[in-house]
Structure formats: structure tokens, C-alpha cells
């Protein structure tokens, strides 16, 4: 019985170690399985989903086939992380073109994209995942752009990136920009950045334009915008400093209707001046900065007939509004020419400075029946005049002026 009670004990105890070993096997092995599962991922249905492969860009079809025609519609999705789709051509934009956020662009040498009447160009990207615009070269102005000529109100750009564009013209006149908008276009853009343009970033230099230019970021361009006179009350917000020139350039223009110009990190030029006229009503805000071209001048003009324009220039003690020239040196543009009888004319809390020369005496020049507020002014390095005013009546009322290097201060004609 001993013999017998001990071989029995070895047994029993031998298979409850190989139990006890097989529990160990199986719970390991089913452990590495529940991992694989987990780390392969999974559907709703418990099914194991393999990881996604990286797909290769995609060269888009230049052929007049491969375009977006009138009446379709085009959408380009986020293929991988990297470059998504290659475009070696100026592609051609009839119907409507739709870009996904996340997707990255890529342009050869002279290619870009235009969008003509019937067409228009949706690339709303965001935050986390913007549309990037860009070129293989990564150049200075490697690739021509984007051209709209679409007044469609789906035309958008936000949260976009658009770099090493600017490089070649769409058309005889030479337009030149990382974005450009012909006359009759409406566009969007917001949260934008254009960046190594060879030429301006944004190029809005014909009228008819309904635009929207929000917090937009500019830099590294030969100049941040080139812009119709209609065009600075459509910006708000942005930084367009770090460019060749730092300045929203305006081109000579005659504006109607109410403009409302805010202060932004950098000044306005107006190389050729500026007229308001007839139911024109410019309002600078506290800030702003205009500079004028060689021989410029702001003009309030009434012309014959019509609603009288007028100029609200009113500054702050800390935010006062700057009058000067872009070259600052003594007579370097003309001055502000006020020829209209409208109320609402004033300036006020700022600085009138390098104005007045021999076509302009006076940096303020009244003509017959203005009527003007001036207060709380500097006039600073004036070489004629501060005012000058026409053959009587005008109606002028003036407080707490300053003048700083003045030669005289009211000349009359």
C-alpha cells in the first residue's frame, strides 16, 4: 500500500503540474492574440482591419479631358501624408473644384491653377489640417499661382498655405502674384498664408471685385498685396510684415461709396494718390499709416454734381493716424486736397508731415467752400504751407494745432 500511495502521489502530482503548465500555454497564447487584434485595430463587427498603406501621388491629367468642365465637379481628397497630387500644367477650371482639407499640392515649373467665369475654386482647409499649394523646387517663385476670373460666391480659400508661387503671368498683361483676381471676381480668404512669392502675395489691381481678406498672413513676397483703392476696407486683421516692402501697395483709383480703412502692421503706399469723389466717404480708423508716392496726393473731390464726398480721418492720443510720404525726405508728395463742402470733413489726432511742394503749396489745400475740422494736428517738416486756402468762403475751424519745422503756416491764393 506505501508502493502504491507513493506512485499514486507522483502521478497525481506530475499532472497537476502539466495542467497547471497547459493553463499557463493557453492563457499566453490567447494573451498574444487579444495583442495582435488590438494592435491591428478592428471594425464595429470585431473584424481585423490591416493598416492602411501610404498611396503614391497622383499626377493630375492635363489634357482638356483631365479638367474640371463647365457643369462638373471635381473633389480632391487627402491621399497620404506627403505630396497628394502633382500638377505639371496651368489647369483649367470651368465647373466647380473642391479640395479637401489636409490635401498637399504640388506644382511644376510655370504650372498653376485658372479658374475662368464658370468655374470656381473651393479649398477650405482648417487648423489641424490646412491645403498646402507648393512647389518640388521649393524656389522662389517656382510656379505661377492661382487666377480667378469667377464671380461665384463659392470661390474660398481658408486655411490654406500657398508658397514659391508669384513666378509668371496668366495672361498679356503681365498680372503677376501668388493669388490673383481679375475684374468681377468675388473671393474669400481667410487664415490664409502666402509666402516666397517672387512677386506680390495677393494681386487685386482691377475693380468689381466683392472681396473678403481675413486674417490672412503674408510674407516673404516681393510686396504683400497690390490692390485696387476699393480693396483696403475688404482686409481685417493678418500680419504682412518680413516681405521685400512691407506695405499694401494701392493703385491710383477714384472710390465711391463708404470705405472704412483699418490700421494693420504695416503702412498703405499710394504711389500715384488717391481721389474720393462724388458720394465718396473715406473713414480712417486710429492707426492707420498712408504714404504717399512722389508728387501724390489724397484728393476730396466734388466734382460737379452728385452727393459731396468727404474724409473722417480721426486718430487717437495713442493711435494717431500718419500722413507722410513714402520717401521721407521735405516735399515728397503733395498733400491732402479738400474741394467739397461736406460736413462730415475732419482730421484729427494726427501728423501731416514731408508734404506741400511746388504743384501743392499748402499740405492741407482748401479750395472755395470747404468745409473742414482740423484738431489735435502736427504738421512736421513742411517746406511751403501747412494750409492754403483758395479765394474765400471757407469754412475751417482749427484747434490745437502743432507745427514742427513749418515754413508758414496759412498761405493764401
Known amino acids: 500500500m506505501n508502493f502504491l500511495n507513493k ?33 491591428c485595430g478592428s471594425d464595429d463587427d470585431g473584424s481585423v482591419i490591416a ?13 482638356t479631358a483631365g479638367q474640371v468642365g463647365e457643369g462638373e465637379t471635381r473633389r480632391l481628397t487627402n491621399r497620404n ?40 475654386l473651393q479649398a477650405i482647409g482648417t487648423a489641424q489640417e490646412p491645403i498646402i499649394f507648393t512647389s518640388g523646387s521649393q524656389t522662389v517663385g517656382a510656379w505661377k499661382g492661382i487666377f480667378i476670373d469667377s464671380n461665384d460666391v463659392q470661390n474660398e480659400l ?21 493669388v490673383i483676381v481679375w475684374s468681377d471676381t468675388r473671393l474669400k480668404m481667410s487664415n490664409t498664408i502666402i509666402r516666397n512669392s517672387e512677386s506680390y502675395g495677393f494681386n487685386a489691381s482691377y475693380g468689381g471685385d466683392t472681396l473678403t481678406l481675413e486674417n490672412n498672413t503674408i510674407t516673404a513676397c516681393n510686396a504683400p498685396m497690390y490692390i485696387e483703392g476699393a480693396y483696403p ?9 518680413g516681405n521685400t516692402t512691407d506695405a499694401i501697395i494701392v493703385t491710383a483709383d477714384q472710390i465711391t461709396g463708404n470705405h472704412n480703412w483699418s490700421k494693420l502692421n504695416v503702412p498703405y503706399h499710394l504711389p500715384e494718390g488717391l481721389q474720393v469723389i462724388s458720394g465718396g466717404k473715406l473713414t480712417l480708423n486710429p492707426g492707420v499709416v498712408m504714404a504717399f508716392g512722389l508728387d501724390a496726393e489724397l484728393y476730396i473731390n466734388e466734382g460737379a454734381s452728385g452727393p459731396k464726398p468727404s474724409l473722417i480721418a480721426v486718430g487717437t492720443t495713442q493711435n494717431p493716424i500718419l500722413f507722410t510720404g513714402i520717401n521721407t525726405t521735405q516735399s515728397a508728395w503733395r498733400g491732402i486736397r479738400f474741394d467739397t463742402p461736406s460736413v462730415l470733413n475732419e482730421i484729427g489726432f494726427a ?63
Open 51 to 63: 493598416p492602411e498603406e501610404e498611396l503614391a501621388a497622383l499626377i493630375i491629367d492635363c489634357s
Open 81 to 120: 501624408n506627403g505630396i497628394d497630387y502633382i500638377i505639371d500644367c496651368v489647369f483649367v477650371v470651368n465647373g466647380d473644384f473642391i479640395i479637401d482639407p489636409g490635401v498637399t499640392i504640388q506644382f511644376g515649373t510655370d504650372a498653376g491653377i485658372r479658374v475662368y467665369s464658370t468655374g470656381s
Open 233 to 241: 476696407t475688404t482686409i481685417s486683421g493678418g500680419s504682412y510684415i
Open 158 to 178: 481658408t486655411y490654406a498655405v500657398i508658397d514659391y508661387a508669384g513666378g509668371g503671368s496668366f495672361n498679356s498683361n503681365g498680372d503677376l502674384g501668388s
Open 351 to 413: 501728423t501731416i508731415e514731408y508734404a506741400s511742394n511746388s504743384n501743392q503749396s499748402g499740405a492741407l489745400y482748401l479750395w472755395y467752400g470747404t468745409v473742414l475740422d482740423v484738431h489735435d494736428v502736427t504738421f512736421r517738416n513742411i517746406q511751403f504751407c501747412a494750409f492754403t486756402l483758395e479765394p474765400t468762403p471757407n469754412n475751417i475751424t482749427t484747434s490745437n494745432i502743432t507745427y514742427v519745422n513749418v515754413t508758414n503756416m496759412f498761405c493764401d491764393i
Open 7 to 39: 506512485n499514486f502521489m507522483r502521478t497525481h502530482s506530475k499532472a497537476l503540474f502539466f495542467n497547471r503548465e497547459l493553463k499557463l500555454k493557453t492563457f499566453l497564447s490567447l494573451l498574444l492574440v487579444a495583442l495582435l487584434t488590438f494592435s
